[in-house]
């Protein structure tokens, strides 16, 4: 291997991501990034693996619990990756690297590194490290090098299994109703663990048969493989559970190779007529002037992977995360759990591409400004697609609650739940608006969960944060409570409508004056 | 004859960076232009001022004898660009995008529909299929964006770096079509390096130089008559002479290990 052309575009990878942010005080801001909170969170990850360790060590079941946290962080790791697009796409593709005289075998191996050398996998791998410290410092773990060792190649398996999921995901994708499927997956995926944990509880069949049966197997994967490392006492069983965790290196390096060859989804149909008079335009017919860019927005929502799936996903989540949520036992039967997820399914279409408007435009952000159209219709029809894309899914999650909620469903409740879902929606897209304007990148509409911009993720953390804490919220202080005080999520859903249409008219002035600023971010993508 | 270009003291700068100094130039109406510079000389700079792409920092603009700024949205619609880079939604296929450029301009929808598939018979795109832009080659790629800055039937043309990549065929049929539309009294702006072809299709030219400094305009048609030009009391017979004289700069190194 060519070790050091090798590093040579690593370097590079990050020069210019240096350069990205080589503003005024863009290297300050750079710094106290780097310092302020990459390191501080990686000295929580390491110390939260190593008090994890010692909380294992204490309960008497070290191994146990080592493989319920390891398996854990595994599948989280992956599922985080994709969702946010982090880590689970080389900074460089595989051709662009041609030109350089590199082997095969160099320019995937740098393509992999430039991926395998973002935060979070960085993150992962400090949790990882703490865990096996922690055991070999309280447990007596036979080796501390094979348990770092063992960390190491646990996270290295972690990488490669995220970049065959995400290269399937992506694949799987961009077929004919291949969104739905991985909005499936994907929402079963985060629900699955506290429905195994209700299966668990509830059904004797899947306690005593198929748990056991299922435990078994996973005894065999990787993080089960590596919490058997770290607890192991004997160096040499140690070492041949190394082995094993190597091999499945190799493994899903094969199979990552293996995924390269899928047959690329591009449709190229050759002989068939330019289709260019389609149902998006007939929707879009009534906007007036601002028709053709309804149409053309309409047409980059449909032919954008992740928009459709992410457009689906959020209602299915909300179902099941719903469904999950009901207790026919309690009066309040999941309205307050409704009440905190609504705003979700708002927040779900602004996702997909609202939050980086112009960011898949390219180059062809340009034709905004050389066409007779003023910023103000661009940015309102750039917002209002996606806002009216998350409105068609709230008559449907309302259904959801008429169909789930135990208890009456009476105009105080209706009342809660469209305001909470309405608030939501503006809210969230005049967030998205911001984020389109102040943070917008270069973003390609193929690919699904590949490389995100900094806006789309900020969308992302502010949208699952206040839904935790609303859920949070809403369940101390109990249903009594919140509706005697009912009123307060209508006025709430007014103030966020306000500030959506307060956006629009700031917004559009600040698209004008930072129209070369942002054409710069969505073409270069610096 | 009347001005359908008219820029007076242009200035535009990106912070500390000066693109274009202090540019002044005035384009007759129903001439093919030629705006010819080295790298880097403001070219495109100028091209985005007056299309309505960038703010100038200073001067003024008059296009078609109206003051313009990137707020003019009826002045716009009377102008066709080809920009710098072709500005395509590459997700779109090619008769979208053109449909697309047609309806923002306003045109009805049958004229809209004639007009793309004419251009795109023209351009040979009609059976691309369900092919997104972003999947077209280099060629195709100008193909479309010259298509989507005729469709409106446009009194001034901008077009930045026109031929570049183009087929010779394709070239040939562009080179047509823009004697066509000067013929019928419209302007045409373009910028290009090719200075053999500048020299063949334009009647007036100017060169400028970094950054953005006219140093030479004037008619250029006498050249395809074998005339020279006459500039500091020295006969110029090729657009390429001239230019080197008012803005070229000799490539001085010497790299001894090529």
Request: hydrophobic residues 55%; contains cysteine; charged residues 15%.
């Given at each position: 291997?060519?070790?050091?052309?090798?590093?040579?575009?690593?370097?590079?990878?990050?020069?210019?991501?240096?350069?990205?942010?080589?503003?005024?005080?863009?290297?300050?801001?750079?710094?106290?990034?780097?310092?302020?909170?990459?390191?501080?969170?990686?000295?929580?990850?390491?110390?939260?693996?190593?008090?994890?360790?010692?909380?294992?060590?204490?309960?008497?079941?070290?191994?146990?619990?080592?493989?319920?946290?390891?398996?854990?962080?595994?599948?989280?790791?992956?599922?985080?990756?994709?969702?946010?697009?982090?880590?689970?796409?080389?900074?460089?593709?595989?051709?662009?690297?041609?030109?350089?005289?590199?082997?095969?075998?160099?320019?995937?191996?740098?393509?992999?590194?430039?991926?395998?050398?973002?935060?979070?996998?960085?993150?992962?791998?400090?949790?990882?490290?703490?865990?096996?410290?922690?055991?070999?410092?309280?447990?007596?773990?036979?080796?501390?090098?094979?348990?770092?060792?063992?960390?190491?190649?646990?996270?290295?398996?972690?990488?490669?299994?995220?970049?065959?999921?995400?290269?399937?995901?992506?694949?799987?994708?961009?077929?004919?109703?291949?969104?739905?499927?991985?909005?499936?997956?994907?929402?079963?995926?985060?629900?699955?663990?506290?429905?195994?944990?209700?299966?668990?509880?509830?059904?004797?069949?899947?306690k005593n048969r198929l748990f056991p049966l299922a435990l078994g197997w996973l005894k065999f994967t990787p993080p089960f493989v590596a919490a058997g490392i770290m607890t192991e006492a004997s160096a040499l069983a140690a070492l041949y559970r190394l082995l094993a965790l190597l091999l499945w290196c190799?493994?899903?390096?094969?199979?990552?190779?293996?995924?390269?060859?899928?047959?690329?989804?591009?449709?190229?149909?050759?002989?068939?007529?330019?289709?260019?008079?389609?149902?998006?335009?007939?929707?879009?017919?009534?906007?007036?002037?601002?028709?053709?860019?309804?149409?053309?927005?309409?047409?980059?929502?449909?032919?954008?992977?992740?928009?459709?799936?992410?457009?689906?996903?959020?209602?299915?989540?909300?179902?099941?995360?719903?469904?999950?949520?009901?207790?026919?036992?309690?009066?309040?039967?999941?309205?307050?759990?409704?009440?905190?997820?609504?705003?979700?399914?708002?927040?779900?279409?602004?996702?997909?591409?609202?939050?980086?408007?112009?960011?898949?435009?390219?180059?062809?952000?340009?034709?905004?400004?050389?066409?007779?159209?003023?910023?103000?219709?661009?940015?309102?029809?750039?917002?209002?697609?996606?806002?009216?894309?998350?409105?068609?899914?709230?008559?449907?999650?309302?259904?959801?609650?008429?169909?789930?909620?135990?208890?009456?469903?009476?105009?105080?409740?209706?009342?809660?739940?469209?305001?909470?879902?309405?608030?939501?929606?503006?809210?969230?897209?005049?967030?998205?608006?911001?984020?389109?304007?102040?943070?917008?990148?270069?973003?390609?509409?193929?690919?699904?969960?590949?490389?995100?911009?900094?806006?789309?993720?900020?969308?992302?953390?502010?949208?699952?944060?206040?839904?935790?804490?609303?859920?949070?919220?809403?369940?101390?202080?109990?249903?009594?409570?919140?509706?005697?005080?009912?009123?307060?999520?209508?006025?709430?859903?007014?103030?966020?409508?306000?500030?959506?249409?307060?956006?629009?008219?700031?917004?559009?002035?600040?698209?004008?004056?930072?129209?070369?600023?942002?054409?710069?971010?969505?073409?270069?993508?610096? | 004859?009347?001005?359908?270009?008219?820029?007076?003291?242009?200035?535009?700068?990106?912070?500390?960076?000066?693109?274009?100094?202090?540019?002044?130039?005035?384009?007759?109406?129903?001439?093919?232009?030629?705006?010819?510079?080295?790298?880097?000389?403001?070219?495109?700079?100028?091209?985005?001022?007056?299309?309505?792409?960038?703010?100038?920092?200073?001067?003024?603009?008059?296009?078609?004898?109206?003051?313009f700024d990137s707020n003019c949205v009826a002045l716009k619609c009377r102008i066709g660009v080809m920009p710098e880079n072709l500005g395509l939604f590459e997700a779109l296929y090619a008769g979208e995008f053109l449909a697309f450029q047609a309806r923002m301009y306003g045109l009805d929808e049958r004229?809209?529909?004639?007009?793309?598939?004419?251009?795109?018979?023209?351009?040979?795109?009609?059976?691309?299929?369900?092919?997104?832009?972003?999947?077209?080659?280099?060629?195709?790629?100008?193909?479309?964006?010259?298509?989507?800055?005729?469709?409106?039937?446009?009194?001034?043309?901008?077009?930045?770096?026109?031929?570049?990549?183009?087929?010779?065929?394709?070239?040939?049929?562009?080179?047509?079509?823009?004697?066509?539309?000067?013929?019928?009294?419209?302007?045409?702006?373009?910028?290009?390096?090719?200075?053999?072809?500048?020299?063949?299709?334009?009647?007036?030219?100017?060169?400028?130089?970094?950054?953005?400094?006219?140093?030479?305009?004037?008619?250029?048609?006498?050249?395809?008559?074998?005339?020279?030009?006459?500039?500091?009391?020295?006969?110029?017979?090729?657009?390429?002479?001239?230019?080197?004289?008012?803005?070229?700069?000799?490539?001085?190194?010497?790299?001894?290990?090529?």
């Amino acid at each position: 291997m060519n070790i050091p052309a090798l590093f040579e575009i690593v370097g590079l990878r990050y020069r210019l991501l240096w350069a990205k942010v080589r503003l005024k005080r863009g290297r300050v801001v750079l710094l106290v990034g780097a310092y302020f909170l990459v390191l501080p969170v990686l000295i929580v990850m390491f110390t939260g693996g190593i008090g994890s360790a010692l909380a294992a060590v204490s309960s008497g079941k070290a191994e146990s619990v080592a493989e319920i946290v390891l398996g854990c962080v595994y599948l989280d790791a992956i599922l985080i990756a994709i969702l946010l697009g982090s880590g689970t796409s080389p900074a460089f593709a595989y051709s662009e690297l041609r030109r350089y005289p590199l082997s095969r075998l160099d320019r995937a191996g740098a393509c992999e590194l430039t991926a395998f050398l973002e935060p979070i996998w960085l993150f992962v791998l400090a949790l990882d490290l703490g865990i096996a410290v922690g055991f070999h410092a309280f447990l007596g773990a036979s080796s501390l090098l094979l348990a770092v060792l063992a960390a190491f190649l646990l996270v290295v398996t972690n990488f490669l299994l995220a970049r065959i999921v995400s290269v399937l995901v992506d694949w799987v994708a961009s077929r004919r109703v291949g969104s739905l499927l991985v909005a499936i997956v994907m929402s079963l995926g985060i629900v699955a663990p506290p429905m195994f944990q209700n299966l668990r509880r509830s059904a004797p069949l899947w306690k005593n048969r198929l748990f056991p049966l299922a435990l078994g197997w996973l005894k065999f994967t990787p993080p089960f493989v590596a919490a058997g490392i770290m607890t192991e006492a004997s160096a040499l069983a140690a070492l041949y559970r190394l082995l094993a965790l190597l091999l499945w290196c190799f493994l899903f390096a094969a199979l990552l190779a293996l995924s390269g060859r899928l047959p690329s989804a591009t449709p190229t149909v050759a002989g068939v007529r330019t289709p260019w008079d389609g149902p998006c335009d007939r929707i879009a017919a009534p906007f007036g002037s601002s028709a053709p860019l309804v149409s053309k927005t309409l047409r980059y929502y449909l032919r954008c992977n992740r928009a459709r799936t992410l457009f689906l996903m959020t209602l299915l989540m909300f179902l099941c995360l719903l469904f999950l949520h009901v207790n026919p036992r309690h009066a309040d039967g999941g309205l307050v759990v409704a009440i905190g997820m609504l705003p979700f399914v708002g927040w779900g279409g602004a996702m997909g591409m609202g939050a980086n408007a112009f960011g898949f435009d390219g180059s062809g952000f340009r034709r905004y400004f050389l066409s007779p159209a003023s910023p103000s219709s661009v940015l309102r029809v750039a917002s209002l697609v996606p806002l009216c894309l998350s409105a068609l899914l709230i008559p449907l999650a309302l259904l959801c609650c008429r169909h789930l909620l135990v208890g009456p469903v009476n105009y105080v409740v209706w009342a809660m739940l469209v305001s909470s879902a309405l608030g939501g929606l503006f809210f969230f897209n005049a967030l998205a608006v911001w984020t389109s304007l102040l943070m917008p990148g270069k973003s390609e509409i193929t690919a699904a969960f590949a490389r995100e911009v900094a806006g789309t993720k900020l969308v992302a953390l502010v949208g699952i944060v206040p839904l935790f804490l609303s859920v949070a919220l809403a369940g101390m202080l109990g249903v009594a409570t919140l509706v005697r005080y009912w009123w307060v999520l209508p006025v709430m859903t007014v103030a966020a409508a306000c500030f959506y249409f307060v956006t629009l008219g700031v917004g559009a002035r600040v698209l004008s004056e930072r129209r070369e600023r942002i054409l710069s971010m969505v073409e270069r993508g610096y | 004859m009347s001005t359908a270009i008219e820029m007076t003291h242009l200035r535009k700068q990106y912070g500390q960076i000066t693109a274009v100094a202090d540019l002044s130039l005035a384009v007759p109406s129903g001439s093919l232009f030629g705006f010819l510079g080295p790298n880097g000389s403001g070219k495109s700079t100028t091209v985005g001022c007056l299309t309505g792409l960038l703010e100038p920092t200073g001067g003024a603009i008059r296009l078609l004898g109206e003051p313009f700024d990137s707020n003019c949205v009826a002045l716009k619609c009377r102008i066709g660009v080809m920009p710098e880079n072709l500005g395509l939604f590459e997700a779109l296929y090619a008769g979208e995008f053109l449909a697309f450029q047609a309806r923002m301009y306003g045109l009805d929808e049958r004229t809209s529909r004639q007009r793309v598939a004419e251009l795109l018979a023209a351009m040979e795109l009609s059976n691309q299929g369900k092919k997104p832009l972003a999947a077209f080659s280099a060629g195709m790629r100008k193909r479309v964006a010259f298509a989507a800055a005729v469709v409106n039937a446009p009194e001034i043309l901008f077009l930045d770096e026109p031929f570049e990549s183009i087929d010779p065929a394709g070239v040939v049929v562009m080179k047509q079509w823009l004697r066509h539309i000067v013929a019928e009294g419209r302007t045409v702006f373009m910028t290009t390096h090719v200075l053999e072809t500048a020299e063949r299709l334009c009647d007036r030219a100017a060169i400028i130089r970094s950054p953005g400094q006219l140093v030479w305009q004037g008619d250029i048609s006498q050249l395809a008559s074998g005339r020279p030009i006459a500039v500091d009391g020295e006969e110029f017979p090729t657009l390429e002479a001239l230019f080197m004289h008012v803005a070229g700069k000799p490539y001085a190194a010497t790299l001894s290990w090529l």
